[in-house]
């Protein structure tokens, strides 16, 4: 894959329908509290690269009815979940950066985090509760419920490194469930034939992954400036990735033990990130990220051959040129 293909090109098709989303999220605060429109303020001053929304308006294009609207408030009520869930997971992990922004629970507290992001979650469902077929409606639903799966999982999990396959089982839940909704329920709205939407879902699925081990990786070995928050948070935490579950694949024991630990101090980390960096395991976790932009990018094929497939393409590349 050359450089140029890892560009940022794949808004271009859709770009009139990421302004008015744009200016849609930026409204979400109206008439509520006042607290919640400063942190909406927040939240959307910024609104991140979008790529969710990007997925739902290039999907909708694979099929016949143009309803721009409703495209547009599935986009939006998918986005509000994702990110009413990060705003739970910062609750979560005591983050203080995303995205090179304080997040909302260290810019006001816990308590009020918390109610910003079920508040969000509200105003998702209220703009999936007018979409004009019950199974996305029912799809929007799902997902909620597999991020609330996947983050649950995470958070009680025994204090032991888990299997590849457990690891997998989580961030479908958490991450690539979201991705596959954006694809299928688009297409769905589309009235895309039903293997276009199966192609778009396998696709999603794939791509979701993919973004997972991405960041995953960025956390252990990412510019702090460009990767938008602290590095090394989940091997503080405990929280055990793939590039970790792969560093002890020749079982160390003691090396298992010492990345699941909590309360690790700054020196702790710092020691066991060049263990784990010097393992190979970001290596095989980088290797696996890119075998599933290759299963997503196989998936497309599926798909008559138009610039929104093209941008599709584009757009796994972009997931993953930070592994390469």
């Not at 599935?74 to 995205?99: F, K, M, P, Y």
């Not at 699925?205 to 602290?230: H, P, R, S, W």
């Not at 091997?235 to 298992?256: Q, V």
């Not at 299963?295 to 093209?310: K, Y």
Request: overall charge negative; some cysteine; proline content about 4%.
């Amino acid at each position: 894959m050359q450089a140029a293909s890892v560009d940022r090109s794949f808004y271009a098709p859709v770009e009139a329908e990421l302004d008015e989303l744009r200016r849609r999220l930026a409204t979400v605060g109206d008439g509520g509290h006042p607290t919640f429109q400063a942190a909406v303020r927040h939240l959307f001053g910024s609104s991140g690269k979008l790529l969710r929304p990007t997925l739902v308006f290039l999907s909708a294009r694979f099929g016949p009815t143009d309803d721009r609207e409703t495209v547009i408030n599935l986009a939006q009520s998918l986005e509000l979940v994702h990110t009413a869930s990060l705003v739970h997971d910062d609750i979560v992990d005591r983050a203080e950066l995303r995205r090179n922004v304080p997040t909302v629970n260290a810019t006001w507290n816990d308590d009020v985090a918390l109610i910003v992001g079920d508040y969000l979650f509200a105003k998702a469902y209220a703009l999936a509760a007018v979409l004009p077929k019950p199974e996305v409606i029912a799809m929007v639903a799902q997902t909620v419920f597999a991020l609330c799966d996947g983050e649950l999982g995470e958070v009680t999990a025994a204090p032991q490194l888990p299997s590849e396959a457990a690891y997998f089982e989580r961030i479908e839940l958490k991450t690539a469930s979201l991705y596959a909704a954006c694809c299928q329920g688009s297409a769905l709205l589309a009235d895309a034939e039903p293997e276009h939407v199966a192609a778009l879902g396998a696709y999603g699925t794939n791509l979701g992954l993919a973004f997972q081990i991405t960041d995953d990786v960025l956390d252990l070995v990412g510019d702090e400036t460009e990767f938008g928050k602290a590095v090394g948070q989940d091997l503080a935490e405990g929280m055990a990735t793939l590039p970790m579950i792969y560093a002890a694949s020749n079982g160390d024991r003691d090396l298992a033990a010492r990345i699941v630990a909590p309360g690790k101090s700054d020196d702790e980390v710092r020691e066991l990130l060049r263990t784990i960096r010097a393992s190979g395991g970001v290596e095989r976790a980088r290797a696996k990220a890119l075998e599933l932009h290759d299963a997503a990018t196989r998936a497309l094929t599926g798909l008559p051959a138009r610039p929104e497939r093209d941008a599709l393409r584009d757009l796994a590349d972009f997931v993953v040129s930070r592994v390469r």
